[in-house]
């Protein structure tokens, strides 16, 4: 038998906090897409409505807004017209929290896959994102439709040049989910009361973010506290490339777009460097 | 056996029993502190005393090219682990493997089958888990469905499928699997007898093919004998032995099969029974030929049984000899004539021949009936024993089949000498 030292690959105990491996990721474009069509089909199968539901419920969402906040309570909209302003934020913080939650449960959920085969275990929370990537661009049309509308009214300025950028913010809100819910995804297999917890937690950062309100709102002495929070210069991006607004805090955003990465990066490498280890716990 | 596909290199794998839940966040902040200060948390945890095991210690072995390697072992020696540390599903606590090629671990059949999805979308969702791409899964889907036997149901959801047909979906994927390694763990205790057969014959097929390297854990002997080229022995974690799959599993059987060929109980109060029958004796006496005391085909063996009985009102008595091979295939049921007998102690005999057994392990059950059809007491697997083969003025050295191999004159002769007419 010649000894040749040539190897492949190598299995050994160490823990790499660096060894990301994303190389691998291309070889498995075929499970990635696969993954991603099987949560898009599963997901709809033996519901009566089925993929309506895409839409459905941010409209839904959208119209429960507009009678709570836009007539009862009447929170300003910084003259952007109601529905098309409520719906940009459902729909970007939607995706956010879709996300996240999806992405957050990846060792819990898999763990009979997990225990059996391998494969490198990004694919699975990047499949999450990507198939909430498709639902977003189905409610990204719908808002556009209604855009539209509006448009036609003479209610809502023109699209500009800024247009060009949604894509970048879009992108930017489904990273920052993933980052997220990679940390989380380690910490929610070790400690499984979490799970009650993040639930709680995920809809106060809901209402500390620009949903249903517009950022301005967030001035004043601690204002200045909740624009760290990378979700609401997200969400403002948004709305001040859609609306054409005039933009103040350029610092946040720039901020929120570097915390973006800095979370995304760290959650990688903790992702990577429990994702084997943590199946000897779940 | 070209060059080395695996090295694997003192391996172990170190376990940590109970504690899961509560107290979690508290100890895992402990033992970071603790590791900050440089001291293992796992040698604080041995000299704690907790429970931890060793699944696997220091295990070393290689594999060429083209090899099928089996694993024997009990339940818990590890074998399992190994192939999950391969497969890189856990990771080792010690040492290193390093390897060339691409893996496929079947560890179970279905891993990943969605049961919303039909047959069809499960089919390449199984697939690209193990491994394969879509054009290889496209080129082989044909196969794989003819395979499966489930063409008609391929655009159903697979929770409408019975179990048997998940399974049989299942391993028509994972049996056209085409990676340099293939990593197998007891896939094939499942499915009924017919696919079992099939599954074998396609292990067979696939493992035969060019340079294709397989792992294989099986409690399945005549699997492994089939199969392996070599095997190695685990207890306890540790590798114990590995060469030819044949003497290892001979070796393994031996060290597994304890002969058991007596038992006796001088009280009736203590002896296996019931209010009918109390064994008093049961005994199995070879006639060894040689001066070892080995048994093996030429050893004609005895077989003597003493038991108290009381006649439930009136009735006769047959008692039945039940040999089974290890496998739970019944080699043969022989039983006395019907027999009228007093209460009291009863003594039964039985001769088994030379040269009638084949070799191989083997066990006894007896059953007590009365009037032909009432199971009076039924003394399951009361005696054990292992036949040796011994063979002369033979050149051939592969495994005699068969559960006997009796001493039959078979003729050859010639009839006409001077052509085919």
């Not at chain 1, 309506?52 to 409209?59: A, R, T």
């Not at chain 2, 197998?184 to 292990?203: H, I, N, P």
């Amino acid at each position: 038998m010649a000894e040749i030292e040539e190897w492949e690959w190598e299995i050994d105990p160490r823990y790499h906090w660096f060894k990301w491996e994303l190389g691998a990721i291309p070889q498995y474009k075929d499970l990635l897409f696969r993954l991603v069509r099987r949560d898009l089909l599963a997901n709809y199968q033996q519901t009566i409505l089925g993929p309506f539901w895409i839409l459905l419920q941010p409209v839904l969402t959208m119209l429960l807004y507009w009678v709570i906040f836009g007539t009862i309570v009447k929170v300003s909209t910084n003259g952007i017209p109601p529905l098309v302003f409520y719906l940009s934020g459902i729909i970007c913080w939607n995706f956010f929290s879709d996300c996240l939650s999806g992405t957050m449960y990846t060792f819990i959920h898999n763990s009979a896959v997990f225990g059996k085969v391998w494969f490198p275990r990004l694919l699975v929370p990047l499949s999450v994102v990507l198939a909430q990537g498709v639902r977003m661009l189905v409610q990204l049309a719908l808002f556009f439709l209604l855009y539209g509308i509006f448009y036609v009214r003479g209610d809502v300025p023109a699209s500009g040049i800024g247009w060009l950028l949604l894509p970048v913010v879009v992108l930017w809100i489904g990273l920052f989910g993933l980052g997220v819910g990679l940390l989380l995804s380690v910490l929610t297999a070790r400690y499984r009361d979490l799970d009650y917890s993040l639930q709680f937690i995920l809809r106060l950062w809901m209402f500390a973010s620009p949903v249903f309100y517009p950022a301005q709102l967030l001035s004043g002495k601690y204002g200045f506290f909740l624009w760290l929070n990378p979700m609401t210069p997200l969400i403002e991006a948004f709305r001040v490339f859609c609306f054409r607004r005039e933009v103040d805090h350029v610092g946040y955003f720039w901020a929120a777009g570097g915390a973006v990465l800095v979370v995304l990066a760290m959650g990688i490498a903790f992702f990577k460097r429990h994702e084997v280890s943590v199946n000897d716990i779940v | 056996m070209s060059q080395l596909m695996i090295k694997v290199e003192g391996i172990s794998k170190y376990y940590r029993l109970g504690t899961q839940g509560s107290g979690r966040l508290r100890e895992d902040w402990s033992n970071w502190w603790k590791s900050v200060g440089r001291k293992s948390a796992r040698a604080d945890a041995s000299s704690r005393g907790e429970a931890h095991i060793w699944a696997l210690k220091d295990v070393s072995f290689e594999v060429g090219e083209g090899e099928v390697i089996g694993f024997i072992g009990k339940n818990g020696a590890g074998k399992s682990t190994l192939l999950k540390i391969i497969s890189r599903i856990t990771q080792p606590t010690q040492g290193r493997i390093r390897g060339r090629g691409r893996i496929a671990s079947l560890l179970e059949v279905g891993t990943g089958f969605h049961q919303e999805l039909t047959g069809r979308e499960n089919i390449y969702l199984n697939g690209h888990m193990l491994g394969m791409t879509r054009r290889e899964i496209d080129s082989q889907f044909d196969a794989i469905v003819d395979f499966s036997g489930v063409e008609t149901f391929l655009d159903t959801p697979v929770k409408r499928y019975s179990s048997g047909m998940y399974v049989r979906l299942a391993f028509a994927v994972a049996a056209h699997l085409t990676p340099e390694i293939l990593i197998v763990d007891e896939v094939l205790s499942v499915g009924d007898a017919e696919f079992q057969q099939k599954c074998l014959r396609k292990m067979k097929e696939v493992s035969g093919q060019e340079g294709r390297t397989v792992l294989f854990v099986s409690h399945n002997m005549q699997a492994l004998r089939n199969l392996c080229h070599r095997a190695y022995i685990l207890e306890h974690g540790v590798l114990v032995e590995g060469g030819p799959a044949d003497r290892m599993i001979a070796r393994y059987l031996r060290d597994s099969q304890v002969h058991f060929l007596r038992q006796f109980y001088p009280e009736p109060a203590l002896a296996p029974g019931n209010d009918h029958i109390r064994i008093k004796r049961v005994e199995l006496i070879p006639a060894y030929s040689g001066a070892e005391e080995l048994i093996d085909i030429r050893t004609a063996l005895q077989l003597e049984l003493e038991f108290w009985y009381e006649p439930p009102g009136v009735s006769d008595l047959i008692v039945g000899i039940h040999l089974f091979a290890l496998t739970g295939d019944c080699v043969f049921d022989v039983s006395s004539s019907r027999t009228t007998l007093d209460k009291g102690l009863v003594k039964c005999g039985c001769r088994i021949p030379a040269n009638f057994l084949n070799d191989g392990s083997y066990y006894i059950s007896i059953v007590f009936v009365s009037n032909t059809t009432h199971r009076l007491f039924y003394f399951e697997s009361c005696l054990a024993f292992e036949v040796a083969d011994y063979r002369e003025h033979t050149s051939w050295y592969g495994k005699w089949i068969g559960y006997v191999r009796p001493d039959f004159k078979v003729t050859l002769e010639a009839l006409n000498p001077d052509g085919y007419v």
